[in-house]
């Protein structure tokens, strides 16, 4: 079955980059049947979609307009893993990062990563 | 954007209770809504798509209904492992979002 597992740091300071990894076990971050999502969830915010990355003959993604000009995601295919990148970030930022797939066409998000506490703090 | 509220908050109900959670949204969802399960230092879990399926492995007491802006999850006896947070998520276009309620706690009373 597919699992994901996250990896990366868990603090980050104010005005820096927040970069996590989640590499794909039983499934392919090429494939055209899926869409590689990061979720993350907060006490103030609750659960966030934050964006996605897809193949269907050519790499799309998709990204929240809240995070749209400070969030990258890139998928690796040589590691066969997806990577969060989230620019300039604030205390507000602190929350556990999700990876989630979702199938093509579907609506859902299953399975999830094990969630990454960031913690953005001076 | 659409808005899911959830209710109740907490929900505080005993083993072999029927449990029944609502979720509504501020305008009609345009695609079907999912209900996960979060247990505390874990990661959301599917139990239910597309309104009314169960996912893989999800018990029969578990059942989704609803359509329009009201939605509901029952589980109809519960079992001391059900006693967790849920969530309901939709997908919305234009711009693309997906959207969860803020949660409903379901306690052991």
């Known amino acids: 079955q597919v699992q994901l597992q996250q990896s990366g740091p868990g603090l980050e300071k104010p005005s820096q980059t927040l970069s996590l990894t989640c590499a794909i076990s039983g499934d392919s971050v090429s494939s055209n049947s899926a869409a590689w999502n990061w979720i993350r969830q907060s006490p103030s915010r609750g659960l966030e979609w934050l964006g996605r990355t897809y193949y269907r003959s050519k790499w799309y993604n998709d990204y929240a307009v809240s995070v749209k000009s400070r969030i990258t995601i890139n998928p690796d295919t040589s590691k066969n893993q997806l990577s969060l990148q989230l620019n300039s970030v604030t205390p507000e930022d602190t929350a556990v990062y999700y990876c989630a797939r979702a199938a093509a066409g579907e609506n859902w998000f299953g399975p999830w990563g094990q969630g990454t506490l960031v913690t953005v703090s001076s | 954007e659409i808005v899911l509220t959830q209710s109740p908050a907490t929900l505080s109900l005993s083993p072999g209770e029927r449990a029944t959670l609502s979720c509504r949204a501020s305008?009609?969802?345009?695609?079907?809504l999912a209900w996960y399960q979060q247990k505390p230092g874990q990661a959301p879990r599917l139990i239910i798509y597309?309104?009314?399926n169960r996912a893989t492995g999800i018990p029969a007491r578990f059942s989704g209904s609803g359509s329009g802006t009201d939605f509901t999850l029952t589980i109809s006896s519960l079992e001391p492992e059900d006693f967790a947070v849920y969530y309901c998520?939709?997908?919305?276009?234009?711009?693309?979002?997906?959207?969860f309620g803020q949660g409903t706690k379901l306690e052991i009373k």
């Open positions: 305008q009609s969802v345009n695609y079907s």
């Open positions: 597309d309104t009314s």
């Open positions: 998520q939709q997908r919305s276009n234009w711009p693309l979002v997906y959207t």
